[in-house]
């Protein structure tokens, strides 16, 4: 009898050791997803050359946030990381290489949400912010507000030592050759080949929180004074611990009529689904509204997903078990 109780014991003892070792290994997992924008793009439209240069762009970023992520650092430190980089990369419509507005300026969003307890930052329209998403997250953390724009964003920018540049850094020639054309042709409102080039970056830390960035100039040709939904908080970016962290890109006016950031945590909150199943579910209703684009969604157990309606979307993932994917069109 003795030895069946001292048995048990070493049985328990050892059943105990080994869930305690799991839950800690479990705590070390992160992940990281990466997008750069959704849209037209196909292999016949662009060369081998330009696809290695955005595979190696979308790849040096997704290093930048696993970086931090691998060291102990925190999801929102890796969205913020990857982000500053596609902003100041201008083969990407955010910060530097930002489209035009049809009057031929650069008016630049962003959006930043901690999933620890949901504060959040956001800023539209501003000119002079060589990167957005420092600004937004500085609302997040220094000021009483979520939300800023244009002049008074600035204004706050000034404030808090964030870094101003002259306009000019954001203009690239090819950005006004697209809105060029775009006039010459008269080819619509906006946007002349439907490229959204939004970035934007969702991570799982170690310690099992999630955090979401997104950052954009826009839509080519955009008019009076535009807003997508890259600053709006629930539909182009939203995280919480309970759910998951996702970023969006793509038709601004339909993602901010579903909701669709939030719309994806509410199903996986509410409803149990995966990351996958609930990105699905939302494009889904997203094209049935008559829009495109697509998401990137991060999840607290490390699960990440792309979901988009598009021939294409910029992306990359990658996670402390060895997952590392890099991509651009559908297949």
């Known amino acids: 009898m003795l030895t069946r109780l001292i048995a048990l014991c070493l049985l328990v003892v050892a059943a105990s050791a080994q869930a305690q070792e799991s839950e800690t290994m479990q705590d070390k997992r992160w992940s990281i997803a990466v997008h750069g924008g959704a849209g ?21 970023a997704l290093d930048a946030g696993s970086a931090v992520l691998a060291a102990g650092g925190s999801a929102l430190d890796a969205v913020e990381a990857v982000v500053v980089f596609l902003e100041d990369d201008p083969k990407f419509n955010a910060g530097r290489g930002a489209v035009f507005t049809y009057n031929g300026t650069n008016e630049l969003d962003a959006s930043i949400m901690d ?25 997040m953390e220094h000021s009483p507000h979520v939300f800023l724009s244009g002049a008074g964003a600035e204004e706050f920018a000034r404030g808090q030592d964030i870094e101003l540049v002259d ?24 946007d002349v080949d439907l490229k959204y080039g939004t970035v934007g970056a969702v991570a799982v830390d170690q310690a099992g929180h999630v955090a979401a960035a997104t950052s954009t100039g826009g839509l080519t040709g955009k008019r009076w004074g535009r807003i997508g939904d890259s600053p709006v908080i629930g539909a182009g970016n939203y995280a919480d611990d309970r ?42 209703e997203v094209a049935a509204l008559g829009g495109d684009g697509g998401v990137i969604v991060a999840a607290p157990d490390g699960s990440t ?26 297949d």
């Open 243 to 284: 759910a998951c962290a996702v970023s969006a890109t793509g038709a601004g006016e339909f993602f901010i009529r579903e909701g669709v950031a939030h719309e994806i945590c509410t199903r996986m909150r509410l409803l149990g689904e995966s990351a996958q199943a609930a990105a699905d579910t939302v494009i889904a």
């Open 305 to 330: 997903a792309f979901s988009f309606n598009t021939p294409g979307m910029y992306r990359a993932r990658a996670d402390s078990e060895g997952l590392r994917e890099v991509a651009i069109f559908r």
């Open 40 to 60: 037209t793009m196909a292999p016949d439209r662009m060369s081998e050359a330009q696809q290695a240069e955005y595979r190696a762009a979308l790849a040096a």
């Open 167 to 190: 306009p000019d850094w954001f203009a690239t020639p090819e950005r006004w050759r697209q809105l060029q054309e775009l006039k010459a042709k008269n080819l619509g409102w906006f």
């Open 115 to 139: 999933g620890r307890d949901r504060s959040a930052g956001a800023v539209t329209g501003v000119t002079h912010v060589r990167n957005p998403i420092r600004l937004a997250r500085a609302v």
